[in-house]
């Protein structure tokens, strides 16, 4: 029984040392033979330093070093999951904020009770595991000093072997040397980016006081879109890689071909171009922070320094020159104060647009739905003065297991419809096992907030309507693949030749697909340059 202990005790040990902190497609997919078959200098190194040390001081390390590799596995699935889903590592400092939002999306996609699961499932790992093997280290540490001399041997055998098989990059399966040194990496990277997290919250306040539009009166705000209502469409997910990628851009070209055509055809000229967005996989709010504000908000430190200060916003500048400003947010099941500071006048969120329909997962209804109350309480009302609306499109969300029809404008009521018209959706737990299906629903979900837009503004948008619609982040990367960058589409579209005049020198192309050259800009630089290139005079 205590020869298995301790065997258990020591697999574990090693299984924390030698797992990476992301998960490749051979990592997550299958136990490759080879692939964890790796020797692991901090093992080698903490039984050195247990068994250079007297009993007493050899216990109270073996607790530490149990503790520390604890708190590193722990740190390491935070990574797995921040890699999977956001593209980019843990951040110690900065990202804790993120883990209760996470909450919040699992609530909005599959019920409290699984995020309450969920979020208890990883509270008990994080006690858990530290501790679990922290008693490891502790019998392992035990039974070396038990068997000093035969342990001191193994050790020193074992340096002269990971000196060997690192000399000679010895790797039995790709990108897992023999020799390993994943956990001591791991630590060091994280050990290195908290200063710079801790300093990063000095360098954005800095950056809070630059504004170059700060000073400049209502009157020389918007000058050129004066008496025109500009709509911004926000198509959550909507990346380059549903352009690029073969099999996405199958489904999702020929919807965005068939728009411009639509959209030619009753008068509307269109130019595209890409931003890079701040986020990646979700945090949608980082994006369009960064996009509103003309600053780089990667963090949610940044964005509440950002939320809770006075900076002009793309928004604001249309309300402090005249115009009504109105948000449109279907995701929002709450108040959301954000508002005020992005200087909206009015907020229509799930709970004020009228909708009596199914849920679509995340999405609390479809886009056509939220386009036609749109037109119905806001756009189509008789009277009004110009317009500048922000509408977020969440059909695109993940998980898109649902995809709502596009149907007759006419037959969309209070979305009571869609309970007989919508097609049944796919198990999540089977779609997501099947990535290439998953890419094609994915690409038709985007097809679909982009045609509800375009037979939107086709069928009711004015000769004075200005349509900005542009892409928050790129998908997870199941969906999006790997190293598949930052960029979003962004297009405007206008009836009047004079709008897209003013944009003549930004280089971006016709149509509402961006070419492989297409100019690429920071999402943050949208800001400054529309305010530039529509003020001044007319």
């Given at each position: 029984?205590?020869?298995?202990?301790?065997?258990?005790?020591?697999?574990?040990?090693?299984?924390?040392?030698?797992?990476?902190?992301?998960?490749?497609?051979?990592?997550?997919?299958?136990?490759?033979?080879?692939?964890?078959?790796?020797?692991?200098?901090?093992?080698?190194?903490?039984?050195?330093?247990?068994?250079?040390?007297?009993?007493?001081?050899?216990?109270?390390?073996?607790?530490?070093?149990?503790?520390?590799?604890?708190?590193?596995?722990?740190?390491?699935?935070?990574?797995?999951?921040?890699?999977?889903?956001?593209?980019?590592?843990?951040?110690l400092i900065l990202d804790?904020?993120?883990?209760?939002?996470?909450?919040?999306?699992?609530?909005?996609?599959?019920?409290?009770?699984?995020?309450?699961?969920?979020?208890?499932?990883?509270?008990?790992?994080?006690?858990?595991?530290?501790?679990?093997?922290?008693?490891?280290?502790?019998?392992?540490?035990?039974?070396?000093?038990?068997?000093?001399?035969?342990?001191?041997?193994?050790?020193?055998?074992?340096?002269?072997?990971?000196?060997?098989?690192?000399?000679?990059?010895?790797?039995?399966?790709?990108?897992?040397?023999?020799?390993?040194?994943?956990?001591?990496?791991?630590?060091?990277?994280?050990?290195?980016?908290?200063?710079?997290?801790?300093?990063?919250?000095?360098?954005?306040?800095?950056?809070?006081?630059?504004?170059?539009?700060?000073?400049?009166?209502?009157?020389?705000?918007?000058?050129?879109?004066?008496?025109?209502?500009?709509?911004?469409?926000?198509?959550?997910?909507?990346?380059?890689?549903?352009?690029?990628?073969?099999?996405?851009?199958?489904?999702?070209?020929?919807?965005?071909?068939?728009?411009?055509?639509?959209?030619?055809?009753?008068?509307?000229?269109?130019?595209?171009?890409?931003?890079?967005?701040?986020?990646?996989?979700?945090?949608?709010?980082?994006?369009?922070?960064?996009?509103?504000?003309g600053l780089w908000i990667?963090?949610?430190?940044?964005?509440?320094?950002?939320?809770?200060?006075?900076?002009?916003?793309?928004?604001?500048?249309?309300?402090?020159?005249?115009?009504?400003?109105?948000?449109?947010?279907?995701?929002?099941?709450?108040?959301?104060?954000?508002?005020?500071?992005?200087?909206?006048?009015?907020?229509?969120?799930?709970?004020?647009?009228?909708?009596?329909?199914?849920?679509?997962?995340?999405?609390?209804?479809?886009?056509?739905?939220?386009?036609?109350?749109?037109?119905?309480?806001?756009?189509?009302?008789?009277?009004?003065?110009?317009?500048?609306?922000?509408?977020?499109?969440?059909?695109?969300?993940?998980?898109?297991?649902?995809?709502?029809?596009?149907?007759?404008?006419?037959?969309?009521?209070?979305?009571?419809?869609?309970?007989?018209?919508?097609?049944?959706?796919?198990?999540?737990?089977?779609?997501?096992?099947?990535?290439?299906?998953?890419?094609?629903?994915?690409?038709?979900?985007?097809?679909?907030?982009?045609?509800?837009?375009?037979?939107?503004?086709?069928?009711?948008?004015?000769?004075?309507?200005?349509?900005?619609?542009?892409?928050?982040?790129?998908?997870?990367?199941?969906?999006?693949?790997?190293?598949?960058?930052?960029?979003?589409?962004?297009?405007?579209?206008?009836?009047?030749?004079?709008?897209?005049?003013?944009?003549?020198?930004?280089?971006?192309?016709?149509?509402?697909?961006?070419?492989?050259?297409?100019?690429?800009?920071?999402?943050?630089?949208?800001r400054d340059r529309f305010?530039?290139?529509?003020?001044?005079?007319?």
């Amino acid at each position: 029984m205590a020869g298995a202990l301790t065997a258990v005790a020591a697999l574990l040990v090693f299984v924390a040392l030698v797992v990476p902190d992301q998960l490749g497609r051979y990592w997550a997919e299958a136990w490759v033979p080879g692939a964890f078959l790796r020797l692991p200098i901090e093992g080698i190194i903490g039984a050195a330093l247990v068994l250079a040390l007297p009993p007493r001081p050899r216990r109270v390390a073996a607790l530490l070093l149990g503790l520390g590799l604890g708190v590193l596995t722990v740190l390491k699935l935070l990574n797995i999951g921040f890699i999977a889903v956001l593209g980019r590592r843990f951040d110690l400092i900065l990202d804790w904020p993120l883990l209760g939002d996470g909450v919040n999306a699992l609530t909005a996609t599959y019920g409290r009770p699984a995020a309450v699961a969920a979020a208890v499932g990883v509270a008990v790992a994080a006690l858990v595991l530290p501790a679990t093997i922290t008693l490891a280290v502790w019998r392992l540490a035990r039974v070396a000093g038990r068997y000093h001399r035969a342990a001191t041997r193994a050790v020193t055998a074992s340096v002269a072997v990971w000196v060997a098989f690192a000399l000679v990059g010895t790797q039995l399966f790709p990108g897992a040397p023999v020799a390993s040194d994943t956990s001591a990496a791991m630590a060091k990277r994280t050990i290195v980016k908290v200063p710079a997290s801790l300093r990063d919250q000095k360098r954005f306040a800095a950056a809070l006081r630059t504004d170059a539009f700060a000073g400049t009166p209502p009157a020389g705000l918007l000058t050129a879109l004066r008496g025109r209502d500009v709509v911004f469409g926000v198509v959550e997910s909507y990346g380059r890689s549903a352009l690029t990628d073969p099999q996405m851009a199958a489904v999702l070209g020929p919807a965005l071909d068939a728009g411009g055509r639509q959209l030619a055809a009753a008068g509307f000229a269109m130019r595209s171009g890409y931003l890079t967005s701040s986020t990646y996989g979700g945090g949608s709010w980082l994006a369009h922070a960064s996009f509103q504000s003309g600053l780089w908000i990667d963090n949610q430190q940044r964005y509440r320094q950002l939320v809770s200060g006075d900076r002009l916003t793309v928004a604001g500048a249309f309300h402090r020159a005249g115009w009504r400003t109105v948000a449109v947010e279907p995701g929002n099941k709450k108040y959301w104060p954000e508002g005020e500071f992005y200087s909206y006048d009015e907020v229509y969120d799930s709970r004020n647009l009228g909708y009596r329909g199914p849920s679509f997962a995340w999405s609390t209804m479809p886009d056509q739905y939220t386009l036609a109350a749109f037109q119905r309480s806001v756009y189509g009302v008789p009277g009004r003065g110009p317009l500048m609306a922000e509408i977020t499109l969440t059909s695109s969300h993940e998980p898109w297991t649902r995809i709502p029809p596009l149907i007759d404008w006419g037959a969309v009521g209070d979305g009571s419809i869609y309970r007989s018209v919508t097609p049944p959706g796919a198990k999540r737990s089977s779609l997501w096992k099947d990535p290439a299906r998953l890419r094609g629903r994915y690409a038709a979900s985007v097809a679909y907030s982009v045609s509800s837009l375009v037979d939107w503004a086709v069928r009711y948008g004015g000769r004075n309507l200005v349509l900005v619609v542009y892409g928050d982040h790129q998908a997870v990367p199941i969906v999006s693949g790997a190293n598949a960058g930052h960029d979003v589409p962004v297009t405007i579209i206008a009836r009047d030749p004079a709008v897209l005049d003013r944009i003549a020198g930004w280089g971006w192309q016709p149509g509402l697909r961006p070419g492989q050259r297409a100019p690429v800009w920071p999402i943050d630089a949208f800001r400054d340059r529309f305010l530039t290139a529509f003020g001044g005079s007319q």
